[in-house]
């Protein structure tokens, strides 16, 4: 859900680290939802190598 309640689909949502402030972490975790409205992710056999994505022209995790 976005900040309105609204299901996020093909769009960018930050959630609030609740660990901002230690060891230089962000105030904000960002993920992109997709059409589905499911959040991109690593899959579950993914090593510690990060590959980047493309989604709307902009590279992601």
């Known amino acids: 859900m976005d900040a309105n309640g609204v299901m996020a689909t093909n769009q960018w949502v930050a959630i609030e680290n609740e660990d901002a402030g230690e060891e230089d972490e962000s105030d904000h975790w960002w993920y992109y939802f997709g ?19 493309t989604i709307n022209g902009k590279k992601t995790l």
């Open 35 to 53: 059409a589905n409205g499911k959040a991109y992710k690593r899959s579950d056999n993914a090593s510690n190598d990060v590959s980047l994505k």
